[in-house]
């Protein structure tokens, strides 16, 4: 079942990359290994820094295997 989760800020999309880390059952140091990148950088993403790279995040989504969707607001 997919489910659709509407990002507004950092905050979410480090919770959401937090909670799918944990539910797959991935620590901080297993998941920088995936995705070649420090335990630090995912550590301040998953607590909502703002300052992370977008490329950097994007690898983070994909070796958790999160889709990022846009859409325009208003649309749904």
């Known amino acids: 079942m997919e489910t659709s989760i509407t990002i507004r800020n950092s905050k979410m999309l480090g919770q959401l990359i937090r909670d799918t880390r944990k539910q797959q059952g991935l620590n901080?140091?297993?998941?920088?290994?995936?995705?070649?990148?420090?335990?630090r950088f995912l550590s301040e993403l998953e607590n909502g820094r703002e300052t992370c790279g977008f490329g950097r995040v994007m690898r983070v989504l994909d070796a958790l295997g999160i889709d990022l969707i846009a859409q325009p607001l208003g649309e749904s």
């Open 28 to 39: 901080l140091e297993t998941l920088a290994g995936l995705c070649g990148l420090s335990i």
